[in-house]
């Protein structure tokens, strides 16, 4: 096999992919991709005439387990939602996906932010129609587990982190009520995670990939893309097929704050990671989420360094412990089914 930089691929199981996917097939222009948060080695490289991405893991937890998400992403991918597939190693979590010339949803998408909006929810409807993901763990079980965790890290003081999380218990213990409607789920889809290319959407990440309710998706989907309550209607009559019910209105409600949560508290304990000697004093952070989305979008707010992504958890906390403060929360608990 001939590789154009062999000092890129420097783990054996990167190796093992290219061979096995390509065997002596010439693979040039190979360059690394820097960016998102799982700490994958990612690389992009061409070969039998084509654009591949190769991802060969470096950590594997009970979170990024291959052998639960690759098969996610196998099911995904036969449904058009993700890449094609080229290569899966269950063993390493290796794979090779052809690689996307896509964009950004944000500036991808050619057309009306509607159409965009509606695109969305059947693209959710699609990947919520696809054979079972593997089972992995109970959503709430899953976010009590971060909680504790962020909360082992001393990040922030008890009482600080019990401030930011005001309203939670309530928030689970209703959620935790309402039987759960399991479907095939990506669980982060996040404007970073859907590419456009040719007018198509692609999804990628699939790591977190796993069996969860259909709540949790479409609750990415309206925190992280739709500005009001207009495109809101737009995203849910696309994966409903029609106006929602109350009871279905009621649970999105829900899930959009268990979603701020999982996002707070999951920003926040990889910083503690990153820095196990850091302590926070919230008070003295000014965190607002409509205002980070703002900066975002104009390019303002640098996501990847760890000041920004600590406002950007604290700004999720606080939308949660507003919402969870006012009256449609008590309305949203009681007409959820």
């Given at each position: 096999m001939t590789l154009a930089v062999p000092t890129l691929f420097d783990t054996?199981?990167?190796?093992?992919?290219?061979?096995?996917?390509?065997?002596?097939?010439?693979?040039?222009?190979?360059?690394?991709?820097?960016?998102?948060?799982?700490?994958?080695?990612?690389?992009?490289?061409e070969a039998e005439?084509?654009?591949?991405?190769?991802?060969?893991?470096?950590?594997?937890?009970?979170?990024?387990?291959?052998?639960?998400?690759?098969?996610?992403?196998?099911?995904?991918?036969?449904?058009?939602?993700?890449p094609p597939l080229r290569y899966a190693d269950p063993q390493t979590g290796a794979c090779i996906t052809r690689f996307v010339e896509g964009r950004p949803l944000a500036e991808g998408f050619d057309g009306p932010?509607?159409?965009?909006i509606a695109a969305l929810g059947a693209l959710a409807r699609r990947l919520h129609a696809t054979?079972?993901?593997?089972?992995?763990?109970?959503?709430?079980?899953?976010?009590?587990?971060?909680?504790?965790?962020l909360r082992s890290s001393a990040l922030l003081a008890s009482e600080a982190l019990d401030e930011e999380l005001a309203g939670y218990g309530e928030l689970d213990r209703a959620c935790r009520a309402l039987a759960p409607e399991p479907v095939s789920s990506h669980n982060?889809?996040?404007?970073?995670?859907?590419?456009?290319?040719?007018?198509?959407?692609?999804?990628?990440d699939w790591e977190a990939a796993f069996l969860?309710?259909?709540?949790?998706?479409?609750?990415?989907?309206?925190?992280?893309?739709?500005?009001?309550d207009a495109e809101l209607a737009v995203l849910t009559h696309a994966y409903f097929g029609g106006p929602p019910t109350e009871a279905q209105s009621a649970r999105l409600f829900l899930a959009r704050q268990l979603n701020h949560v999982f996002y707070g508290v999951a920003f926040l304990s990889g910083?503690?990671?990153?820095?196990?000697?850091?302590?926070?004093?919230p008070e003295g952070i000014a965190a607002d989420l409509r205002e980070v989305r703002l900066a975002l979008a104009q390019g303002r707010f640098p996501?990847?360094?760890?000041?920004?992504?600590?406002?950007?958890?604290?700004?999720?906390?606080?939308?949660?412990?507003?919402?969870?403060?006012?009256?449609?929360?008590?309305?949203a608990v009681r007409l959820a089914r």
């Open positions: 054996p199981a990167a190796v093992d992919a290219l061979r096995a996917a390509f065997g002596n097939a010439p693979v040039t222009g190979a360059r690394r991709i820097i960016g998102g948060f799982s700490g994958a080695d990612v690389f992009r490289l005439g084509c654009a591949w991405l190769l991802r060969a893991p470096k950590a594997r937890d009970a979170l990024r387990d291959p052998e639960r998400w690759l098969p996610c992403l196998r099911i995904a991918a036969e449904a058009g939602i993700a932010r509607e159409a965009m054979p079972p993901f593997p089972r992995f763990v109970d959503y709430m079980d899953g976010m009590a587990d971060m909680i504790g965790q982060d889809l996040n404007p970073r995670n859907i590419l456009v290319e040719d007018g198509r959407l692609w999804v990628v969860a309710d259909r709540y949790v998706d479409l609750a990415a989907l309206a925190n992280n893309t739709t500005r009001d910083l503690a990671g990153e820095r196990p000697d850091a302590r926070l004093a996501l990847d360094s760890w000041d920004s992504r600590v406002v950007y958890g604290l700004a999720h906390l606080r939308a949660a412990r507003a919402n969870l403060a006012s009256g449609r929360f008590a309305e």
